[in-house]
């Protein structure tokens, strides 16, 4: 099975700062033959189900501000956000879909300094 | 407007069943793939669950293999997970989830969950 390390487990930023999350594969989830990296980014805030932050390490869903951002190479992946804001407080979750099962990061926790 | 609605969830005893539903809207639904992940009190996200558009795909997480079953209905738009001989560690929110496509194993949109508690 792929297994995703997400790190930090919990994070405090100040409004406006970036926050930085990672989150490692033990296996490339790097489909040669697309060069499509099978990660994608979940944001969870309190009391709601999770949204689709990031999809393919990189690529932002529709309506998603331009202030989250996805990056990686075949194990190694972080999730941006590029200036806090308040509505930005949440549990955030990286996942492989490269092969089942499509497992989860542990979460990342984030809060306002 | 995509919608996943899940129902179906309640208060069972170890050892017993319960049947979840997802009935969903705002898109075709032959053409996705599905997943039931689930969310135990204070804890991650674990995925449970993925049945393909054409059902030619189905896998299951190893802790509820053999126990849970996932189906769909295209009569109904709706899918489907069975459980069996509930755990206590079965307790859980548990959500539906579509898939971008067929056989993606990725989610784009989710369900707002339903309760699942294992207890005596």
């Known amino acids: 099975d792929i297994v995703m390390t997400q790190s930090p487990a919990s994070l405090a930023v100040s409004l406006g700062e970036r926050a930085t999350i990672h989150c490692k594969s033990n296996?490339?989830?790097?489909?040669?033959?697309?060069?499509?990296?099978?990660v994608s980014w979940f944001q969870q805030k309190p009391g709601q189900s999770p949204k689709l932050l990031i999809y393919w390490a990189s690529t932002r869903e529709s309506g998603v501000p331009d202030r989250f951002s996805g990056s990686g190479s075949g194990t190694d992946f972080t999730l941006r956000i590029s200036a806090l804001q308040a509505e930005d407080v949440a549990v955030y979750y990286c996942?492989?879909?490269?092969?089942?099962?499509?497992?989860f990061g542990g979460g990342t926790k984030v809060e306002i300094k | 407007q995509v919608q996943l609605a899940e129902s179906g969830g309640g208060v069972v005893q170890p050892g017993g069943s319960l049947r979840l539903a997802c009935g969903t809207s705002?898109?075709?639904?032959?053409?996705?793939?599905f997943h039931w992940v689930r969310q135990a009190p204070g804890k991650g996200l674990e995925w449970v669950a993925f049945?393909?558009?054409?059902?030619?795909?189905?896998y299951y997480a190893e802790s509820v293999k053999g126990r849970f079953t996932i189906s769909r209905d295209t009569s109904k738009n709706s899918v489907y997970l069975q459980m069996s001989i509930l755990r206590g560690d079965d307790t859980a929110l548990y959500f539906c989830?579509?898939?971008?496509?067929?056989?993606?194993?990725?989610?784009?949109?989710w369900g707002q969950g339903t309760m699942v508690i294992v207890s005596s």
């Open positions: 989830a579509k898939g971008p496509s067929g056989k993606s194993y990725g989610i784009d949109v």
């Open positions: 705002g898109f075709k639904f032959d053409n996705y793939g």
């Open positions: 296996q490339s989830v790097l489909n040669k033959y697309n060069d499509k990296k099978y």
């Open positions: 996942q492989q879909y490269y092969s089942i099962p499509p497992g």
């Open positions: 049945i393909a558009n054409d059902e030619s795909n189905i």
